[in-house]
């Protein structure tokens, strides 16, 4: 059958057609074929609790019945109100919330906060300053911030220009630098340039790691400090917690692990245990109260979606966070994530293997074709598909990153199944070198 069906990120003439998913349940897929894969991504790393979870099926179920959605124009809703509550008490410093439908989107709301704020002081500050190789979603102002050139250099025209800073990667330490001299150079850089400009309206930033630039994992104390030089330089610190947020790293608030005290900060991805599609952007008294005035001062916050805080997903989000305490989640991702750490040195031995990275429930895996020379995999097919392919002959779904093959399962993975995941990985990168050469 001729799909007219149009796929994210993807090159159409590669595929002929797409394994059809037809049910899931726990961390596996279930093909047409009655094959079965594990979700080695899952799905797009939002999968907290594996699939056909029933709490979080009958959350849904019970939620449509009585009130399937309802605008937030003019309108509230309780389960959007509750959460809103359970989201300000587990996030510190943070006491609104402003709800909208992805991660792209969460961080537009973002980036509109933090220039508006300036906007409604009378203060003239409208630049935004990140990180390279930072990643904050497709939409054109999360294009901007996150900029990367293989990804977005059709669009550049008409993406705003940032202040870019370096950031420290262990593995690609620039000549004549220690990893460490390497790091403070960088925040010697962002300090330099941001105490000598005072347009700069707020900093963004991945929050732990930098997933989609490849599981950059920051060294110890390096966000702390770039959010100490916005706190003295008056620049707004925004958090992106999209992907690192809610156990990725092995932290419910990756920014209070980290000693932050983000302005903005916005959740996504795993806020419905990955469900259903919903975001959230945080904020503090501070930025909300200048929104507050006479309606003719136009000072309102000038944003909006048809679904914002939609009651199914609010719902939906809620009972997924109760299970979070219910069965100590946290806790599990941390004993589990030693599993990952203890294996690192099989990938290495591997010849395609120049570097693991790995923090929590993710891992980084990096193909190159030289370990000497670190140089990346690149092959005529793409990697993405070539991984896909073999990924699929061992029963493990894979979705790489370039020459990142990522590892990012279900939080409430079992220990058996990591196990299966990490001995698939390893005969793909295996079956791969051969078909290479
Ligand atoms: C850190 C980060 N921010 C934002 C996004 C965009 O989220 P979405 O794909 O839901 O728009 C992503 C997606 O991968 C992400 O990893």
């Known amino acids: 059958m001729k799909s007219n069906v149009w796929h994210p990120n993807t090159q159409m003439s590669e595929w002929k057609n797409f394994p059809e998913i037809t049910n899931a349940k726990g961390v596996w897929l279930i093909d047409s074929d009655g094959k079965k894969l594990l979700d080695g991504v899952a799905s797009m790393w939002c999968n907290v609790w594996g699939h056909s979870k029933h709490e979080l099926v009958n959350s849904i179920v019970k939620q449509t019945k009585k009130l399937q959605h309802s605008s937030m124009f003019n309108l509230t809703n309780q389960p959007v109100e509750r959460l809103a509550k359970k989201l300000t008490t587990l996030s510190p410093g943070m006491n609104h919330v402003f709800f909208s439908d992805n991660g792209s989107t969460a961080m537009e709301v973002a980036i509109k ?22 990643y904050h979603g497709d939409t054109f102002g999360a294009m901007s911030v996150g900029y990367i050139p293989e990804f977005f250099v059709n669009f550049k025209s008409k993406l705003f220009p940032t202040i870019r800073f370096p950031v420290p990667n262990k593995y690609r330490v620039p000549k004549n630098y220690t990893f460490s001299d390497y790091q403070n150079f960088c925040l010697d850089k962002i300090e330099k340039k941001i105490s000598n400009n005072d347009s700069i309206a707020a900093f963004v930033m991945e929050s732990g790691a ?27 610190f925004i958090l992106d917690e999209i992907a690192t947020g809610f156990g990725r790293l092995g932290s419910m608030i990756e920014y209070e692990n980290q000693h932050c005290k983000p302005d903005i900060v916005s959740f996504g991805k795993m806020l419905t245990g990955g469900y259903l599609t919903f975001a959230a952007t945080l904020t503090t008294n501070k930025i909300y109260s200048t929104f507050l005035d006479q309606f003719n001062n136009m000072k309102h916050l000038f944003h909006g979606h048809t679904y914002t805080g939609n009651p199914t997903a609010a719902s939906l989000s809620l009972t997924n966070l109760q299970l979070y305490e219910k069965y100590d989640l946290i806790e599990k991702v941390k004993s589990k994530s030693r599993i990952f750490q203890k294996r690192v040195n099989e990938f290495l031995d591997l010849e395609l293997v120049g570097d693991v990275r790995t923090k929590g429930l993710v891992m980084g895996i990096e193909l190159v074709s030289n370990k000497k020379n670190k140089t990346p995999l690149k092959t005529k097919k793409s990697i993405n598909k070539l991984v896909f392919e073999e990924g699929r002959k061992h029963n493990v779904y894979f979705r790489t990153l370039g020459n990142i093959v990522m590892l990012v399962p279900p939080l409430a993975i079992s220990s058996n199944e990591m196990n299966f995941l990490i001995d698939g990985t390893l005969k793909t990168i295996q079956g791969i070198t051969s078909e290479l050469k």
């Open 113 to 134: 906060i933090a220039l508006q704020y300036w906007s409604n002081l009378g203060i003239k500050k409208t630049k935004i300053a990140t990180l390279e190789n930072g």
């Open 210 to 236: 930098q997933m989609a630039g490849g599981v950059i994992i920051y060294p110890n104390g390096f966000q702390k400090k770039i959010n100490k030089i916005c706190k003295d330089n008056d620049v707004l």
